[in-house]
């Protein structure tokens, strides 16, 4: 079974405080990783696709990396605007006859960047 | 560029009642997603279509849950009779799918409270 992993759960940081957010899984043959951002009371934002080990995007103060067993979202200089709660999400290699494979979430990391 | 409607924004219902929630996805896309999401357990995939025909309803919890997809511009989400622990927040998301493309865009999301 598709599995995903996020940590921490909640992180608190000083605004230009640098850090990163973990997102482990497993996974029967990786096709996506994908990173999404939530503000309260709205529905989950694109932020990046990951498709193999070694690939990295960056957006902003954002970067994605990707390894086979896990990701990281790496936060640069944060401002409080950055405070959200971060998703990371794994879609499987499956039938792709099929179309769109759904994707497994993992339950997020809250982040707040303090001022 | 409209993204994903849903309505309502807020349901408040009694136990018993028969709830319906509604999607209009991304003009163009060929995907469409029901999600549920509460504190404990996170974002869940209830249901996924492919060209309006279900593919994938491993996720929907009970009977008492529905979805159709009459056309590619409509999608409803259906609770009959409505429970106090379906209170949750209900979104839809969608995708145009293929080879290349798998970004998953949601909508605001439906909160319902069940009392």
């Known amino acids: 079974e598709d599995q995903v992993t996020q940590s921490p759960e909640a992180l608190r940081l000083q605004e230009g405080e640098s850090s990163s957010l973990n997102c482990s899984y497993t996974?029967?043959?990786?096709?996506?990783l994908f990173w999404y951002r939530q503000d309260p009371g709205k529905g989950p934002e694109f932020l990046f696709t990951?498709?193999?080990a070694g690939e990295e995007k960056e957006k902003e103060r954002l970067k994605a990396t990707l390894t086979k067993k896990e990701s990281f979202l790496h936060i640069t200089a944060p401002k409080p605007e950055d405070s959200a709660t971060y998703l990371c999400?794994?879609?499987?290699?499956?039938?792709?006859?099929?179309?769109?494979?759904?994707?497994?979430f993992g339950q997020g990391t809250r982040l707040t960047i303090n001022p | 560029d409209a993204g994903v409607i849903q309505s309502p924004r807020h349901e408040v219902t009694e136990m018993g009642q028969e709830v319906t929630l509604r999607c209009k996805p991304i003009s163009g896309h060929n995907s469409l997603f029901w999600y549920r999401q509460t504190m404990m357990r996170g974002l869940e995939l209830l249901i996924y279509?492919?060209?309006?025909?279900?593919?994938?309803d491993s996720g929907m919890p009970e009977d008492r849950f529905s979805a159709k997809m009459p056309n590619a511009s409509f999608s409803t989400l259906k609770i009959q009779p409505s429970e106090p622990r379906d209170s949750a927040v209900y979104f839809c998301?969608?995708?145009?799918?293929?080879?290349?493309?798998?970004?998953?865009?949601f909508g605001p999301g439906t909160r319902l409270t069940v009392l």
């Open positions: 999400a794994v879609q499987a290699r499956e039938n792709l006859i099929q179309g769109a494979q759904k994707l497994v």
């Open positions: 998301a969608s995708s145009l799918s293929g080879l290349l493309y798998n970004e998953q865009f």
């Open positions: 990951l498709y193999s």
């Open positions: 996974v029967s043959g990786l096709r996506g």
């Open positions: 279509f492919n060209n309006n025909v279900p593919i994938d």
